[in-house]
C-alpha cells in the first residue's frame, strides 16, 4: 500500500511539474506573459502578397513565443501560390522572421507548368496568370531554352516584335512564333546563326513587300523560303463629293 502511494505521489510531482510547462509550450497559459510583438517579413514580392502572409501568421503569434508552431507556419506558408522557399525562425524574446522567395516566371511551360527564370519547372498556381510566352522542350533542356530566347528576344524588338512561342523538338530542331503571328522554323544545324542574319534582313523585307509574313522557313543553307498573306485592300483616301441642298 505504500508503495502505490509513493507511485501517486511521485505521478502527482511530475504532473505538478510538466503541466504547467505543457500548458505554456501549447499556449494554454502564458500567451500574455511571453507575447510576439515584432513580426518582421523579408522578401522581394511580385505576387505574394504582403497581407496574404501576414494573415497566416498571425493566428500562430497570438498563442504566445513559446507555443508557436515553426513547422505548421511554414507548410502553410509554402502552400502560397509562387512561393518557393520559406524560413521562418524566432528570436527571443519577442521577434518572429519570415523570409520568403518566390518563382520568377518566365514562360508557360506545356499545358500546365511554368518556367521560373532560374530553369525551374513547377506547377502552375491556379490563379491568373501573368501574360508568358509558352515554352515547348524536353523537361531537361530548359536551361538550353532560356538561353535561346535570350537570344532570339532582343533580335526582334528592335522591329516591334516579340517572342511569343519556342519550341524545341526532341531531335533538337528550333522554332519560333513571333508577336506578329509569324512562324520562324529554324531548323538543327546553326540555329544561332541563322536566326541572327533572318533578324538582321527582316526590316528590309516587310519594307519591300507591304505583306504580312506568315511563315519564314530558315532551313536551307544559302537562304530561306517565306510564306506571304494577302496584300492589304487598299482604301480609297479621295475625298467624297460633297452635295448641297438648293433652296
Do not use: C
Request: no cysteine; charged share 20%; net charge positive.
Amino acid at each position: 500500500m505504500n508503495a502505490l502511494v509513493r507511485i501517486a505521489a511521485w505521478l502527482l510531482a511530475i504532473t505538478l511539474v510538466t503541466l504547467p510547462v505543457v500548458a505554456v509550450l501549447n499556449g494554454w497559459i502564458a500567451g500574455s506573459r511571453w507575447p510576439m510583438r515584432h513580426l518582421v517579413v523579408t522578401g522581394e514580392f511580385r505576387q505574394v502578397s504582403d497581407a496574404e502572409v501576414r494573415q497566416i501568421v498571425l493566428p500562430y503569434v497570438q498563442r504566445g513565443f513559446f507555443a508557436v508552431d515553426l513547422e505548421s507556419m511554414r507548410t502553410r506558408l509554402a502552400a502560397l501560390p509562387w512561393v518557393q522557399k520559406v524560413e521562418v525562425r524566432k528570436r527571443w524574446p519577442d521577434r518572429l522572421e519570415v523570409s520568403l522567395s518566390e518563382y520568377r516566371p518566365l514562360a508557360r511551360w506545356g499545358k500546365d507548368r511554368l518556367l521560373s527564370e532560374n530553369g525551374e519547372i513547377f506547377p502552375a498556381p491556379a490563379v491568373p496568370l501573368p501574360t508568358l510566352a509558352q515554352f515547348d522542350a524536353p523537361d531537361d533542356r530548359a536551361a538550353d531554352m532560356i538561353a535561346f530566347h535570350n537570344l532570339a528576344q532582343p533580335l526582334f524588338l528592335g522591329i516591334g516584335r516579340q517572342v511569343t512561342a519556342a519550341t524545341l523538338s526532341a531531335r533538337g530542331s528550333w522554332s519560333l512564333r513571333l508577336s506578329d503571328g509569324t512562324e520562324i522554323d529554324i531548323g538543327r544545324g546553326e540555329p544561332e546563326a541563322r536566326l541572327a542574319r533572318f533578324a538582321r534582313l527582316m526590316p528590309r523585307l516587310l519594307s519591300a513587300e507591304h505583306r504580312p509574313l506568315l511563315r519564314a522557313d530558315l532551313r536551307y543553307t544559302n537562304g530561306f523560303a517565306l510564306t506571304w498573306g494577302a496584300a492589304p485592300a487598299p482604301t480609297n483616301s479621295a475625298p467624297k463629293p460633297q452635295v448641297q441642298a438648293s433652296t
